[in-house]
């Protein structure tokens, strides 16, 4: 009888300990799938019809001037949620603009921001300062981008990200008119100017020091302005591409800002071209139009009519085009003095502007995809 039970006893200890020693082994790999659901991400989702509306509001180098009492006043004035907030973080800050970023999230949009290489005074026109392409590709500001970095993975939010926008002119101090231009880089190849491709270098460093730091909340935005400046085949948009596995949307900017021509010509006339140009960089790529609008100026035609057809070209011409970013900005430069773009620039530019995004193709709120 002692015997049995002794059997009975160290059968029944030799389960348990198999059982515990099962958990214990296993223990590991639920920690690890645990781990790993940690590791998935949402980003924001193209939709299949329709196209995102969002907006900058007056959002300069500084985001401090993010505020969301001017979100929600344009919301009130436009009629419509926007789903993407626009605004500046630039490098003469030194800081992740986490505050800004939170507070455009927490109101139920995904911040697009423009991280820009310069330093104050954050005025157009300049040359480069210590934020050039040289310093950046030399490794200068490597701390920097990885402390951005860092505190953007963090944030965990979906962000979109234009670095070094409207390269294509001269308005900027990283503008490639200030870096050799279309000067051949004697490399034989097509695409091969030295201001471009010292560009594409940058463009590249800066992502792909970004993406080391293990950031996958962000969406890259490559973005163009409509019309580069000045012309020539060294500066098509081509030129500058640093490549489709380092960028998420095609961007443009357009607006129509110049007083001898505003809204003297149609919207489609003065997208179709650009339009096309970019699209073709890669056919699976989404594009937005990262700032768009036109001003009111003494004489010009009408603003309202302009805007009410740009929409009608929007929808009917350019199903590429998933987001659109509005200008909702007072301009004053030497170039554009009166340039005035808000939507309430008008009685009637605001009466289109709001009947226009009552239409269910304008998608206010954001929608979001998982990656891992």
């Given at each position: 009888?002692?015997?049995?039970?002794?059997?009975?006893?160290?059968?029944?200890?030799?389960?348990?300990?198999?059982?515990?020693?099962?958990?214990?082994?296993?223990?590991p790999a639920i920690v690890i799938a645990g781990n790993a659901s940690e590791h998935h991400h949402q980003v924001l989702a193209i939709p299949e019809t329709g196209t995102y509306?969002?907006?900058?509001?007056?959002?300069?180098?500084?985001?401090?001037?993010?505020?969301?009492?001017?979100?929600?006043?344009?919301?009130?004035?436009?009629?419509?949620?926007?789903?993407?907030?626009?605004?500046?973080?630039?490098?003469?800050?030194?800081?992740?603009?986490?505050?800004?970023?939170?507070?455009?999230?927490?109101?139920?949009?995904?911040?697009?921001?423009?991280?820009?290489?310069?330093?104050?005074?954050?005025?157009?026109?300049?040359?480069?300062?210590?934020?050039?392409?040289?310093?950046?590709?030399?490794?200068?500001?490597?701390?920097?981008?990885?402390?951005?970095?860092?505190?953007?993975?963090?944030?965990?939010?979906?962000?979109?990200?234009?670095?070094?926008?409207?390269?294509?002119?001269?308005?900027?101090?990283?503008?490639?008119?200030?870096?050799?231009?279309?000067?051949?880089?004697?490399?034989?190849?097509?695409?091969?100017?030295?201001?471009?491709?010292?560009?594409?270098?940058?463009?590249?460093?800066?992502?792909?020091?970004?993406?080391?730091?293990?950031?996958?909340?962000?969406?890259?935005?490559?973005?163009?302005?409509?019309?580069?400046?000045?012309?020539?085949?060294?500066?098509?948009?081509?030129?500058?591409?640093?490549?489709?596995?380092?960028?998420?949307?095609?961007?443009?900017?357009?607006?129509?800002?110049?007083?001898?021509?505003?809204?003297?010509?149609?919207?489609?006339?003065?997208?179709?071209?650009?339009?096309?140009?970019?699209?073709?960089?890669?056919?699976?790529?989404?594009?937005?139009?990262?700032?768009?609008?036109?001003?009111?100026?003494?004489?010009?035609?009408?603003?309202?009519?302009?805007?009410?057809?740009?929409?009608?070209?929007?929808?009917?011409?350019?199903?590429?085009?998933?987001?659109?970013?509005?200008?909702?900005?007072?301009?004053?430069?030497?170039?554009?003095?009166?340039?005035?773009?808000?939507?309430?620039?008008?009685?009637?530019?605001?009466?289109?502007?709001?009947?226009?995004?009552?239409?269910?193709?304008?998608?206010?709120?954001?929608?979001?995809?998982?990656?891992?």
């Amino acid at each position: 009888m002692i015997q049995l039970f002794r059997f009975i006893y160290t059968r029944f200890k030799m389960s348990w300990i198999l059982l515990w020693g099962s958990v214990v082994l296993l223990f590991p790999a639920i920690v690890i799938a645990g781990n790993a659901s940690e590791h998935h991400h949402q980003v924001l989702a193209i939709p299949e019809t329709g196209t995102y509306t969002g907006v900058c509001i007056d959002f300069g180098g500084e985001d401090g001037h993010v505020s969301r009492a001017a979100i929600e006043k344009f919301e009130k004035k436009a009629g419509k949620h926007p789903a993407v907030i626009a605004y500046e973080d630039s490098w003469g800050e030194q800081h992740f603009s986490e505050k800004t970023a939170r507070a455009i999230t927490e109101y139920g949009a995904v911040p697009l921001i423009f991280w820009s290489p310069w330093d104050k005074p954050y005025t157009t026109g300049r040359i480069p300062d210590k934020f050039n392409l040289y310093n950046i590709l030399g490794g200068m500001w490597d701390d920097y981008i990885d402390q951005w970095a860092e505190a953007a993975k963090n944030f965990g939010n979906p962000l979109l990200i234009s670095w070094g926008f409207e390269m294509n002119g001269d308005r900027f101090p990283w503008s490639v008119y200030y870096y050799g231009g279309g000067q051949n880089d004697f490399t034989q190849k097509a695409s091969g100017y030295f201001g471009p491709e010292l560009f594409k270098q940058a463009y590249r460093y800066v992502v792909n020091r970004v993406r080391a730091k293990g950031v996958h909340n962000i969406q890259w935005v490559f973005q163009v302005a409509s019309d580069a400046y000045p012309s020539g085949r060294w500066n098509r948009y081509v030129v500058y591409y640093p490549g489709s596995k380092y960028v998420d949307w095609l961007g443009l900017s357009f607006d129509e800002n110049s007083p001898n021509a505003a809204h003297g010509e149609a919207f489609y006339r003065m997208c179709k071209k650009p339009y096309d140009e970019l699209r073709k960089l890669d056919p699976s790529k989404p594009v937005m139009i990262a700032r768009w609008g036109t001003g009111i100026y003494p004489g010009a035609k009408n603003k309202s009519l302009w805007l009410q057809k740009a929409f009608a070209d929007l929808k009917e011409h350019f199903p590429r085009i998933k987001m659109v970013v509005y200008r909702h900005e007072r301009i004053k430069s030497k170039n554009a003095p009166n340039d005035n773009s808000r939507d309430g620039s008008s009685s009637e530019a605001l009466k289109v502007y709001r009947q226009e995004m009552e239409n269910p193709y304008w998608i206010g709120l954001p929608r979001y995809r998982t990656i891992k």
